[in-house]
């Protein structure tokens, strides 16, 4: 199977610092950021350094940094699959 048949048939992304996000947005497909390494990313545990791209601001979706918040987006998603809203929405419209 091809990644964009793969992308195509996915209701739900789970990524953590991936550019993957925008096939999901301009597929109009939810995303939840998990940012488990992200104090360690940003801290100088990684070669890498902050950009221009929040994710808070620029993402979307949700950004959880535990597992167990995790599992509560995956559990919302599954009793509410409904459409991105609000500012994963407006920042998703974006990408096309």
């Known amino acids: 199977m091809r ?15 991936s550019s993957v996000a925008f096939e999901m947005a301009y597929l109009r497909r939810p995303v939840i950021y998990y940012h488990f390494d992200f104090d360690d990313f940003y801290g100088g ?16 979706g949700p950004i959880v940094h535990e597992c167990d918040q995790l599992l509560l987006q995956v559990a919302s998603f599954v009793d509410d699959p409904g459409a991105l809203t609000g500012l994963s929405a407006t920042n998703a419209a974006r990408t096309a």
């Open 45 to 60: 545990g990684h070669n890498w350094r902050r950009g221009y791209y929040d994710y808070a601001k620029d993402g979307f």
């Open 3 to 17: 990644i964009q048949q793969l992308f195509a048939r996915t209701a739900l992304m789970i990524t953590d610092l």
